[in-house]
């Protein structure tokens, strides 16, 4: 009779836990796709009644009127997808120039180290907070200044008047400042992530330092910044609070900056609590849409990701 050795026991149990972590790891994975697949589930079949009642003509229509159960939400589609392209808009450029700004030696590091955790703080600032902000310092300064921009510009549809103080133009700067920690600092890790063999080849070939960041850095770094980009879109179209508190929450279709609006997300806070019949499945309708419209900007942003990924390396 064989006698198993030390050492082949050891090899078991050692297999087995990596078995077990095996496991485990997929339990979670399993479970992550599964509460995805009941969310769907859950929100699709409250939205049924909804769905079959008005079809595709939810979407097309811009009128949203509980006492007669007519519903449509086109300009809280248009408002979504308008406030965060306008918030992604602003905050990209300014973000990513942060980003290089901190991940190159312009400043000492005690002073890049103290403007990385003070970005990193406006992450954690509640969008409540953001909200009563917009309310005391943005709003009175679009209403101040949009007035003056209608009476010289009004010819063109995006800024027409009156100038509203709570309206899309308020909502979107608001998200742009919401949105520019995720942008800044996935930036700069991609930033700080080229290998410094690149940089240091770069100056050997006798490139300036702005050459390098332009040349040789942006474009390695640049499947950092199209994520980063991609999960900015995402946060700016799911925010509620902030956007709520400032945007006006008009259900009337408006081209103007300067208009009251709402998006789907306002409108879900908003009037949940007080819905009752059809209104609750046309609101579990729109969370639906919400859904699948996050959905399909990171299926994009996945195939932009992949397609700069090849041309880059290629």
Known sequence: MKIPSAFSLQSSAFRFRIDLLRIACFLAAITIVATLGFLLYEILSKAWPAITTFGWRFIIRSDWQPNRDLYGVLPM???TLTSSLIALLLALPL????????SENFLPSPVRHA?????????A????????WGIFVIVPLVQKYGDS???????????QGPAYGNSLLAASLVLALMVLPTITSLSRAALVAVPMVLREGSYA????????IFNVLLPCATPGVVAAAILGFGRAMGETMAVAMLIGNSQRLTFSLFS?????????ANQFAEADGLQINALMYAALLLILMTLLVNLIGELILKKTQKNIWS
């Open 125 to 132: 600032i509640p969008s409540v907070v953001y909200g009563l």
């Open 149 to 159: 921009i209608s009476q010289h510009a009004g010819s063109i549809p995006i800024f």
């Open 115 to 123: 403007m990385r955790f003070i970005i990193d703080l406006l992450a």
């Open 95 to 102: 973000g990513l120039a942060i980003a290089i700004f901190l």
């Open 260 to 268: 009251p609006s709402n998006t789907l997300s306002a409108l879900l």
């Open 77 to 79: 589609l248009m408002g």
């Open 205 to 212: 070939l006798g490139a300036t330092r702005w050459e390098t």
